[in-house]
């Protein structure tokens, strides 16, 4: 009986102690893990920084400027170039452009299309 | 298990020896008591032993403990190189959010000379991998007893990796913060400079220090530029570089020495941009601190010609003795103080009205109306303008204005067409702004602010109504006066231009001009102020030889207003407003009929 107690309590040792240590292995593990992590974020962080100066020091209107000068034939805004909006003109009366051209043509006639679908001999039908 | 018993028989007697014979007798002769084998005796003995073991384990329990809260060596090299370490700080943003400043991560090297086995190797192959090391300074800092000392700030990733690769102990990298100013020169007097520790030298930076940032990386918080607030300034980078472009344009054109402008929120005080030229890039500031790199705007102080008549006929107005239709003789052409004599630049030996006074920039004008408000109001008026003392803005750099000793009535006269007293741009054109924004006097900013927030801080100076009669008087002279330069169709300019001679050793150089533009947008209720300054400018083919303040600072600011306006956001309107100074009108004063 004892005996039996005495292999209980060194079992319960062992195990407990490979628990222990299990657990311990997992933090140092998540722990490092953790550190990767905050380092890369760190990395990225640097990188976005360097962008981020690196996108301003491109886009610089000193440069900006030069590129334009040599590569667009754009002119300088002009102050009469801005309308306000209620400046805007009304948009005028529909045209119907094809249609009166057709007119012109004498072509304005509606086009005769067949009433009902019996009497046509060439469209081809359903057949039952 | 007898050593300790034994060292401690040893070294009790010895203490005593001196002081009492008699007691060590007794004492030596209760040891060996002790130590007779015996089973009585047991009791002492294990006394003793205990109080061994105690002792030992004390001293060893104090061990640990020294160990633990004394630094260990990783820790040392942490402490020994905060103090070195660049410190990070804030992004600078300009009013819409572009970066304007960032800190960038590089690498630095270090060595901890203590660790350094060879030093002449090391000294050797450093100076390989970084030739433009200097050797011998090199091996004088790896002599040294310091626990840290730089080898070399700021390489760049190959650098590092050929220096990890010659693998020599007690040399490592650490990273560091390096500021970084995308744009250049554009706005660099603003911005000033951090040098390679990131410590503000100049300018806004300074200014950012000056707030605590310093204080924050001594107690070690702060290290990384993500947990600062991002500083917004009220600078505008596109009318900005606008400013710039234009200044360095006429600079070139005009052959002059120097040029400064600035534009300013006449509502809230920001300073939209502001420009002195030459200038320097703040990314290699070697020559930021020669003489003639000052920031003109704040730190030189100028006599600011006739742009100075608009604040003598402000208070002129303001204190009730004239009216927007009292009349000025300018018969003769000159007027007579004690020796001095003062001329009129423009004669037209008429009698004019106020209006006119400012047209045709009457000199005598203008003393007239300052002699009628007298020696102290004139005085009291431009202390109230805040032009009589320095001015402090967030720019640490500032310069007083030279005010005449003794102010008697000749001064009053001078200084009334700008004249005898040297003023600050800055200083002038915050005291414009008030002049022509309803009569609220702000100090310029340089930090993003509401306009709720700028009439916190604001004081009346003069009545609105006088204000008023101000945006009149500058749109009459942006219509058909000397700003005509600067009208341009749509905008409702209103200008003054200012051209002082310069003095040289302590007489007016007549061919040496200093001229000032200043132009207000929209004139019916401006919201804009631009100012430019030319020093020393010649005259030019299509000017016939002028080199007055029309033919420089005036196309200027026209070129300025035509460019800038647009990205200010103000609406061009082609019709003129309805009324835009119904009072003028109503008073029926020169040039509303």
């Keep these: ?128 | 298990m007898t050593d300790p018993i034994r060292t401690e028989s040893g070294s009790a007697p010895e203490a005593e020896t001196v002081e009492a014979p008699a007691t060590l007798r007794s004492r030596l002769a209760w040891l060996r008591d002790v130590f007779r084998m015996s089973g009585d005796k047991a009791q002492p003995r294990v006394g003793l032993i205990i109080l061994c073991f105690s002792a030992l384990f004390i001293a060893i329990t104090g061990r640990l403990a020294l160990l633990a809260t004394l630094p260990n060596e990783q820790v040392g090299i942490r402490r020994a190189s905060s103090n070195a370490i660049s410190a990070a700080r804030p992004d600078i943003l300009d009013r819409n959010g572009e970066i304007l400043a960032t800190d960038i991560s590089v690498v630095s090297v270090f060595a901890e000379p203590r660790k350094i086995l060879d030093k002449d190797e090391a000294t050797e192959l450093l100076t390989a991998v970084l030739p433009d090391l200097d050797a011998k300074e090199l091996r004088d800092k790896l002599g040294t007893k310091k626990g840290f000392v730089w080898v070399k700030r700021e390489i760049t990733p190959r650098q590092q990796a050929e220096v990890y690769r010659l693998g020599i102990p007690g040399v490592g990298f650490l990273p560091e913060h390096k500021r970084f100013y995308p744009n250049g020169p554009a706005a660099a007097h603003v911005l000033g400079f951090a040098n390679v520790d990131n410590i503000g030298i100049a300018g806004m930076e300074k200014y950012i220090d000056s707030q605590g940032l310093q204080d924050l990386n001594g107690a070690g918080l702060a290290s990384q530029a993500s947990d600062l607030k991002p500083i917004r300034l009220s600078i505008d980078l596109r009318v900005e570089h606008v400013l710039r472009d234009e200044l360095v344009k006429g600079m070139e054109r005009f052959k002059a020495i120097a040029a400064a402008g600035a534009i300013m929120d006449v509502t809230t005080g920001e300073v939209i941009a502001l420009v002195s030229l030459p200038d320097f890039d703040p990314n290699n500031p070697v020559d930021a601190l020669e003489k003639d790199r000052i920031n003109r705007m704040n730190v030189g102080v100028y006599e600011m010609g006739s742009t100075f008549k608009a604040l003598t006929i402000a208070m002129a107005l303001d204190s009730g003795k004239v009216n927007i239709n009292s009349t000025f003789s300018t018969a003769g052409g000159m007027m007579r103080f004690g020796r001095q004599v003062i001329k009129e630049y423009h004669g037209t030996g008429r009698t004019l009205t106020v209006p006119e006074v400012f047209v045709h920039s009457s000199n005598m004008g203008s003393i007239k109306m300052a002699l009628a408000v007298g020696v102290e109001g004139h005085k009291a008026f431009l202390k109230k303008m805040m032009q009589l003392d320095r001015m402090t803005t967030e720019l640490p750099e500032s310069a007083a204005p030279i005010v005449p000793q003794r102010w008697g009535e000749i001064n009053t006269a001078t200084i009334a067409f700008g004249h005898g007293l040297a003023v600050a741009p800055l200083q002038a054109i915050a005291a414009v702004s008030a002049l022509v924004n309803g009569g609220y006097l702000m100090k310029p900013t340089f930090l993003k602010r509401s306009q709720e927030d700028a009439m916190k801080v604001a004081t009346r100076v003069i009545k609105p109504e006088t204000s008023e009669a101000l945006r009149y008087i500058m749109r009459i002279n942006g219509d058909r006066g000397s700003a005509r330069k600067a009208d341009i169709p749509g905008y409702f300019v209103g200008g003054k231009t200012g051209t002082a001679e310069k003095v040289i050793n302590g007489r007016y150089a007549k061919n040496k001009n200093f001229t000032t533009f200043t132009a207000i947008v929209p004139s019916d209720k401006p919201k804009y102020l631009f100012l430019a300054i030319y020093d020393e400018p010649k005259g030019y083919a299509e000017s016939g030889g002028y080199s007055t303040a029309a033919w420089n600072g005036g196309v200027t600011t026209g070129k300025l207003i035509e460019r800038a306006a647009p990205l200010l956001g103000i609406v061009p309107r082609f019709d003129p407003p309805p009324s835009p100074f119904p009072l003028m009108a109503k008073l029926g004063a020169w040039g509303t009929r």
């Design chain 1, 1 to 128: 009986m004892i005996k039996f107690l005495h292999v209980i309590a060194i079992g319960a040792l062992v195990s407990s102690a490979v628990y222990a240590y299990t657990i311990k292995y997992e933090t140092t593990l998540a722990t490092e893990h953790l550190q990767k992590l905050r380092s890369k974020t760190q990395r990225e962080r640097d990188a976005i920084q360097v962008l981020k100066a690196e996108w301003q020091f491109l886009n610089r209107p000193d440069r900006l400027q030069t590129l334009a000068d040599r590569h667009l034939d754009l002119q300088p805004f002009q102050a009469t170039q801005v309308v306000k909006p209620s400046e805007i003109p009304n948009r005028g009366p529909k045209v119907d452009a094809i249609g009166r051209k057709l007119e012109d043509l004498g072509l304005g006639l509606p086009t005769e299309t067949p009433r009902s679908a019996k009497t046509s001999a060439t469209t081809p039908g359903a057949m039952p």
